[in-house]
């Protein structure tokens, strides 16, 4: 807007897949479901320079991603014919809000003040539709659930960086952060017919807590060779009675054993207030942030990592790596609870236990001529044990992929001519599926009549692997104002149906059957890109 004093930055963007989708999906469940995904993000930036020393930024930060499915059974069952329709939903998103002054105090220190404020919203709708028609008459019934969870911020850091040489480097600050949570709300619809409906709403107390923080790095590089990182984090959180305070040291160091090889070391503790509830079992996915309380504790973790680099030349480089990490206080759902169901306070279907992981990373790098890319694999185990769950027997987290691979490669064919292709695999995720099912009612065989599920053990399920190749072709031309871009791209290319979602349905024969639904088949793009 002012040349050299302020700018503004603007951008916007929508998907489509929801839309391009839809002939994938019906023809997935032979026309009786339908399903798709979308997101949009919104950004907003003004940078304005007030003088050579202090710099002022606003930005605005909007997104939202929303996933759904809607799937239809029906069978005849001497002479009744019962339909059964579901849907389910699921949307997450953020706004944030942040303003930050730059301050260069003297050449070798400045400063940078950031306020921020922000909300993360999760919200998930499962739907349930029975009909029946027996003689001409039709009788229905629903159930309709919904819950939300959401987290909101507002906090002020100020963060100093200090660099006395140009081998020595020190950073320190503080900051404050205001939670407010919300760790569920549900809200339940159920029409049971002639027997009229019920609407309610039920859920956890809204929960604020305080969080501060004060740390110092040092870096410093210590001849040609040697290279260490100390540094010190002081963490404090306050909810209601309780206050809980952290003292986490870390340290890493480099060193280079010849012109091409070096070995690098870290250790690491830390300590967390928050506490990810994932889904266990089968369903949408879905991961609750919720904080501690007084009766929930921190997680507390510390991880050691070691490796080494070689360098080939000619922009060849290979990195090996392993790691160990280990937890404790975790916090997991009992056997049979749910973040969905139940009057429950989320606390009382929880409990707490440890876990621990370890792995080792290959990458092989290519990064300087025509073709560049990287081949990386990694192997790693992520184990949880818990008192009340699997007997107390260690079994493997959610997500714990053992092994994950991808490949990528770029070619320039000409100053104007490029090319790519992105591929990736991973282990699918573990869930946990009941072996056995009862009717609590012997003489009720409706939806909503309370159900017993017999599992065996925890995670004793992988969904099919993931895995997906995506492909593009780029056409640059120079302008007089700057220049412009064509790309064509394909993503999914060999159309792989990637498990979103999974449920329990009927086949043909009136079998109760696994099913899987994906969202993304084969999508090829076009787009067009300019820079001024």
Known sequence: IISDKTSVLLSGRRTYLDVLAQPFVKNQTDGAGAGGYYFYDLNGKISHKINR????????????????????????????????????????????????????????LFSNVTAISSRYRFLTDVGLEESETQLGTTTTQSFQ?????????M???????????????????????????????????????????????????????????????????????????????LNGFNVGESNYLSLQPRLSAR??????SSIKWSYVEMTQYMHLLANQTIGLPTDLWVPVTENILPQEAWQTAIGYAYNFGEGWELTLEGYYKDMQNLIEYKDGASFLFGFDDWQEK??????????????????????????????????????????????????????????TMSHKFNESLSAG?????????????????????????????????????????REPAYHRLDMSITYTKPKPWGEASWQIGVYNAYNRVNIFYMDFGVDDNNNRVLKGYGLFPIIPSISYAFKF
């Open 53 to 108: 020393n202090h710099h002022l930024y606003f930005s605005y930060y909007e997104g939202l991603d929303e996933a759904y499915i809607r799937t239809s059974d029906s069978y005849e069952n001497n002479g009744i014919i019962e339909e059964v329709k579901t849907n389910a939903s699921l949307n997450w998103g953020n706004k944030i809000a942040t303003a930050r002054w730059n301050w260069l105090i003297n050449p070798k």
């Open 145 to 153: 659930l919904s819950y939300l969870s959401q987290i909101e911020d």
């Open 155 to 233: 906090g002020i850091k100020w963060d100093f960086d200090y660099r006395p040489s140009p081998n020595h480097s020190i950073k320190f600050g503080s900051g404050l952060t205001r939670h407010q949570f919300e760790p569920g709300v549900n809200s339940i619809v159920m029409n049971l017919g002639g027997a009229g409906t019920l609407d309610t709403s039920f859920g956890s107390f809204p929960q604020t807590a305080m969080d501060y923080v004060a740390y110092v790095q040092d870096d410093w590089k210590l001849g040609d060779r040697l290279r260490i990182n100390m540094g010190l984090h």
């Open 255 to 260: 060193y280079l054993l010849n012109e091409k």
């Open 350 to 407: 929880v409990t707490s236990g440890r876990g621990w992981a370890y792995g080792t990373e290959l990458l092989l790098e290519k990064r300087r001529g025509r073709t560049t890319g990287w081949l990386g694999y990694t192997w790693a185990k992520t184990m949880r044990q818990f008192d009340e769950i699997n007997f107390g027997d260690p079994y493997p987290y959610t997500f714990d992929r053992r092994h994950d691979v991808s490949f």
């Open 421 to 461: 292709m992105v591929w990736v695999y991973g282990t699918g995720r573990a869930t946990t599926l009941a072996t056995r099912q009862y009717f609590a009612s012997p003489n009720q065989q409706s939806w909503w009549t309370p159900i017993v599920e017999q599992v065996g053990s925890r995670n004793n399920f």
